[in-house]
Each structure stands twice: as C-alpha cells, then as structure tokens.
C-alpha cells in the first residue's frame, strides 16, 4: 500500500493489522501481538525500514503487508525516519518456503540502494516488478 498522509506509528501498524485480518490472513489479536513485540525491541532495521511483526508465528497464512509511506515516521527514539514498512505475518509450522521469503528480506535489508527506489512506488504492480526481477519465490 502507498500511504500519501502522514500517520503515526500506531496508526499504521494497526491499519495494516486490520487488513490482513479483513484479508483472512490473521487473527484478531495480531495488532495486540505486534505492539508485544515493539515494545520488546525496535523492530526498525535501517533509518528506512521497519520490519515489524507478532513474537511468534501465529498467523492463519505466510504473507508480508508492505507500506510504502511518502512522509516518514517516527518509529523509534532513533528511528525517526522510516518509510518503508513490511509487516511479517508468519504462519505457524511453515514449511522451507519461509527460507526463501527470509532471503528475499535480506537482499532488501542489505541494499540501501533498493530500499531508496522501493520508496518511489505507488502500485503493486510496480512494486512487484522490482521484487520479482530480484527473484520468484515458490510461495508465490
């Protein structure tokens, strides 16, 4: 999703929570869990990217929300920068197939230069070429 307002932190996990509950991927009480987590540790990778999710796999399906957002947030006390965010749902049990869906948020954590041009998207379908020329998951 393209996120042109300004939004909280808050906000913004809990809009992206209700979405995957409304698209059958989670329970009810993801936001509660992912909140959990956040207070654990911050979950904000590079002064661009925040990668938050629940403590423990506990969803219905494996599938990642991704926000792009064209005002940063404040995610943290040091990070207040953050535009991309990739919300992990993970469901419990998954099979080899998450290796995968790991190695693909690594090429994206390591490469400052993807992160920036990530940024300038404000469609699936672009989002989606860039993602795939890196490459196609099996879980796809």
């Known amino acids: 999703m393209y996120i042109d307002k300004e939004v909280q932190r808050d906000q913004l996990l809990k809009y992206m929570c209700d979405k995957l509950?409304?698209?059958g991927v989670a329970q009810n009480d993801i936001f509660s869990q992912?909140?959990?987590r956040e207070k654990i540790a911050d979950t904000a990778i590079t002064s661009l990217l925040a990668i938050p999710h629940p403590l423990v796999p506990c969803t219905h399906r494996t599938r990642i929300s991704v926000a792009i957002l064209a005002h940063p947030i404040i995610w943290s006390s040091t990070h207040n920068q953050v535009r991309l965010v990739m919300l992990l749902a993970i469901k419990p049990s998954t099979n080899n197939s998450i290796e995968e869906f790991y190695d693909l948020l690594t090429q994206i954590i390591a490469n400052q230069t993807l992160q920036k041009r990530?940024?300038?998207i404000t469609t699936y379908a672009?989002?989606?070429k860039i993602i795939r020329a890196l490459y196609t998951?099996?879980?796809s």
């Open 21 to 23: 509950i409304a698209d």
């Open 34 to 36: 992912v909140k959990r």
């Open 118 to 120: 990530l940024l300038h």
């Open 126 to 128: 672009e989002f989606l």
């Open 137 to 139: 998951p099996t879980w």
